[in-house]
């Protein structure tokens, strides 16, 4: 059984990551466990690197895989990227497959990509908004479409996350967003390389 453990920003990280995740690694073939998903990206980033070094100095055993999740924030996926990437220790940096999971510029815009998922979830369609750097800006917009097409909230988007993803055209998103499409080929590389992909 393969080991995929996530590091990210926040909840909703949490559940598009690993719904995402969920969605396109076999079941029966790998677990998937969060072990830092609060207090933004700097927590995430400081976990990691913390994590990494207890593996590097044999204080815990190696995953499978680590995904780590962050907003690219409209700096760029190769500034985040970067990011991620000097968490890990250079011993570690050619044994330790890590996947690089940065929305851009949010998570929420990657729930609004696939109109026709939102309409099987809600009943009604929604929009996908152009980029724009604006904080929250993709959050409202996403807590407006429920809203708009009769669904309800009382925690915010998120609980609304599991449905949507589960109705995901994953072809489809990836020819939308470059983001996901680079996280989605990321996924696929490692597992072909597992042999858990034709």
């Known amino acids: 059984m393969r080991r995929?453990?996530?590091?990210?920003?926040?909840i909703g990280h949490e559940k598009?990551?690993?719904?995402?995740?969920?969605?396109i690694v076999p079941n029966k073939l790998s677990t998937?466990?969060?072990?830092?998903?609060?207090?933004?990206?700097?927590?995430a980033l400081s976990e990691l690197e913390r994590y990494l070094v207890?593996?590097?100095?044999?204080?815990?055993?190696?995953?499978?895989?680590?995904?780590?999740?962050?907003?690219a924030n409209?700096?760029?996926?190769?500034?985040?990227?970067?990011?991620?990437?000097?968490?890990?220790?250079?011993?570690?940096?050619?044994?330790?497959?890590?996947?690089?999971?940065?929305?851009?510029?949010?998570v929420e815009r990657w729930m609004l990509l696939d109109a026709y998922a939102f309409k099987i979830v809600f009943?009604?369609?929604?929009?996908?908004?152009?980029?724009?750097?604006?904080?929250?800006y993709y959050k409202k917009?996403?807590?407006?479409?429920?809203?708009d097409a009769g669904g309800y909230i009382t925690l915010g988007w998120i609980e609304h996350a599991e449905e949507i993803i589960k109705n995901l055209d994953i072809e489809m998103i990836c020819q939308q967003d470059d983001s996901v499409r680079r996280f989605i080929e990321e996924v696929r590389v490692l597992l072909k390389k597992w042999g858990d992909l034709a």
């Not at 995929?4 to 926040?10: K, P, T």
């Not at 990011?83 to 940065?102: F, N, Q, R, T």
């Not at 917009?141 to 809203?147: C, D, E, Y």
């Open 123 to 136: 009943g009604k369609g929604c929009s996908v908004p152009k980029q724009k750097c604006e904080k929250d």
């Open 74 to 106: 409209c700096k760029g996926y190769n500034v985040k990227k970067n990011e991620i990437d000097g968490k890990v220790p250079k011993e570690l940096s050619d044994i330790m497959p890590v996947i690089h999971a940065v929305p851009d510029p949010h």
């Open 54 to 71: 207890q593996i590097k100095n044999r204080h815990l055993s190696m995953p499978d895989a680590i995904v780590a999740a962050i907003d």
């Open 141 to 147: 917009i996403l807590n407006k479409a429920i809203t």
């Open 4 to 10: 995929i453990v996530v590091f990210c920003e926040d």
């Open 16 to 23: 598009v990551i690993t719904g995402l995740l969920r969605k």
């Open 32 to 43: 998937i466990e969060t072990l830092s998903s609060r207090h933004g990206k700097g927590r």
